[in-house]
């Protein structure tokens, strides 16, 4: 049995479809729904883990890993974890993500990390949508290219880790198949929705947005290293792992559109 955290999510419940369309049994652990699971619950570990000799392994944005949870799953018998953690995060000095890699590589399981970049998703499922629909993204990048990935992506190469020999010690960048500015990626999320869609993409822009709070100044810190740190290059990881090539972020847009992601 393989366990699934955040199996309502973006990439939790992709990776749930997959394992289960190929005959997998999965645990779906999330607090909303499947497995109770809330890592601020340690009462709701024991049951998820139970039984499960894989684990998909996240923790939501700010949630920490908890070392605790990781050593009673391996004592109770996962031997094989796959952790969701982020591109970047040396660069953005994102320790919470930082100390989530050095558990999982110390948890004494054959443990496979992923590293991708922004999700498409981003657009339609999550943070940035309101952004969309106002009219008015602002991330202050200015040109710098990020090289986005569709969550189906990053849900083939866990789906792959999991299920397969080959990916254990293995840290995979997951790219989509090229990089692009936010300006050009909310140009195309504008055409693919029908929407006049602006980007501001400068310091200014984003702590006015944000009302020069202590957060957006932080925040503004850690952006000006990934603008520093210069453009994303892509990986050859989805194919490599997968076995087909990423999709395209057009592609994602465009599906998006289709399925009514950006309609009123």
């Known amino acids: 049995m393989i366990l699934v955290l955040g199996a309502t999510g973006s990439t939790g419940r992709r990776v749930t479809g997959r394992l289960r369309a190929a005959g ?11 497995t109770r699971f809330d890592w601020s619950e340690p009462g709701t570990w024991e049951a998820a883990v139970s039984g499960v000799s894989g684990m998909y392994l996240m923790a939501p944005d700010g ?9 009673l799953a391996v004592e109770r018998g996962v031997e094989r974890v796959v952790l969701l953690s982020s591109s970047g995060i040396e660069t953005m000095g994102d320790e919470r993500l930082l100390t989530a890699e050095r558990t999982v590589r110390d948890c004494g399981a054959a443990w496979t990390i992923l590293r991708p970049s922004w999700f498409d998703q981003n657009f339609d499922e999550g943070f940035l949508r309101p952004a969309v629909m106002a009219g008015e993204v602002v991330i202050p990048l200015g040109d710098v ?4 990935v569709d969550a189906g992506d990053i849900a083939a190469v ?8 080959g990916h254990a010690g293995r840290v995979y960048e ?23 869609v602006a980007y501001l993409g400068t310091d200014e822009d984003y702590l006015a947005a944000q ?23 892509v990986s050859d990881a989805v194919l ?25």
């Open 158 to 165: 866990a789906v792959a880790a999991l299920t397969e020999d």
């Open 174 to 196: 997951v790219t989509g198949p090229q990089s692009l500015t936010f300006g050009e990626a909310v140009e195309i999320v504008g055409r693919a929705a029908g929407r006049e």
């Open 24 to 34: 997998h049994t999965v645990r779906a652990a999330s607090r909303n729904g499947g």
């Open 63 to 71: 949630t920490p890993v908890d070392p605790a949870f990781v050593s």
């Open 145 to 148: 290219r990020q090289a986005f």
């Open 211 to 233: 009302n020069f709070s202590g957060q957006a100044m932080r925040d503004a810190k850690t952006f000006a290293a990934l603008r520093e740190h210069g453009d994303q290059p």
């Open 240 to 264: 490599e792992v997968a076995g087909r090539a990423p999709k395209p972020f057009e592609t994602y847009a465009a599906e998006a559109a289709a399925a009514g992601a950006w309609q009123e």
